[in-house]
């Protein structure tokens, strides 16, 4: 079985695959990481990470857990062409299961810690994107940063106009990450010149996706489709 790892700034998830088929899916905080604990029989071991730091940590658990290291996703073994500076992992591995699950040209939109806007072009490469500050950071720098607003959670709100301080602030939230949303895919559409895909992930996606018709489609999993293919393009080649 194939255990995939997608190493995050908040979480690490692991899922382990038989084929196409996910088995299991499980996640801990990043900062709190010391060691995978996994009963299936794991053949193989793939990743892809964003925090350097946590990679040692990461190889000597899975050496321990499974006697084997994972096999790091980056720029020299990603199947899709990168024509951007410094991309992240964890973008990569999302455009390239984009385009072999949904083909190109396409925009993902991934609500996690940052909201990131990746664009691939008609050729099925990562030619650039938007990166902006996540709903849930947004939210707690504004809760720490002024004293009379409270702590809430994310929720879609039942109307735009809020009667007070926290139904504003959920309005705020939700609306206002709708609207840059929409309004940045509509400039992306403009500036590249086609109609991509539109397809959003990440762990806010699903409550985003109720209120626009912007999203074409919705895959919470979009990280690890595309470290399944990886790993069978990357065993196909060593076949």
């Known amino acids: 079985m194939l255990l995939a790892i997608d190493v995050g700034n908040t979480n690490i998830v692991f899922a382990v695959y038989d084929g196409?088929?996910?088995?299991?899916?499980?996640?801990?905080?990043?900062?709190?990481?010391?060691?995978v604990?996994?009963?299936?029989?794991?053949?193989?071991?793939?990743?892809?990470?964003?925090?350097?730091?946590v990679n040692v940590p990461l190889i000597e658990a899975c050496q321990n857990a499974f006697g084997m290291a994972p096999v790091f996703i980056t720029k020299d073994n990603i199947d899709i062409g990168i024509k951007t500076n410094n991309l992240g992992a964890d973008r990569m591995v999302g455009a390239s299961g984009a385009v072999a699950h949904y083909g190109a040209p396409c925009v993902?939109?991934?609500?996690?810690?940052?909201?990131?806007?990746?664009?691939?072009?008609?050729?099925?490469?990562?030619?650039?994107?938007?990166?902006t500050t996540g709903a849930r950071l947004s939210l707690s720098a504004l809760s720490s940063a002024a004293a009379q607003l409270p702590e809430i959670d994310i929720e879609k709100p039942g109307k735009v106009i809020g009667t007070n301080t926290k139904d504003a602030m959920q309005s705020g939230m939700y609306w206002g990450y709708i609207s840059m949303a929409e309004g940045l895919i509509d400039r992306i559409r403009g500036e590249a010149?086609?109609?991509?895909?539109?397809?959003?992930?990440?762990?806010l996606s699903s409550l985003f996706e109720q209120g626009t018709n912007y999203f074409d489609v919705l895959?919470?999993?979009l990280i690890m489709k595309g470290l399944v293919h990886l790993h069978k393009v990357l065993n196909k080649e060593e076949s």
Do not use: M
């Open 20 to 35: 196409d088929k996910q088995v299991t899916q499980w996640r801990v905080e990043t900062a709190r990481f010391d060691s």
């Open 37 to 53: 604990e996994c009963t299936y029989d794991i053949t193989d071991i793939i990743a892809c990470s964003v925090v350097p730091k």
């Open 108 to 131: 993902i939109v991934d609500f996690g810690t940052s909201t990131n806007f990746d664009v691939v072009n008609e050729k099925g490469e990562h030619c650039g994107g938007v990166l």
């Open 193 to 203: 010149g086609n109609n991509p895909i539109i397809i959003a992930t990440g762990g």
């Open 219 to 221: 895959d919470q999993d």
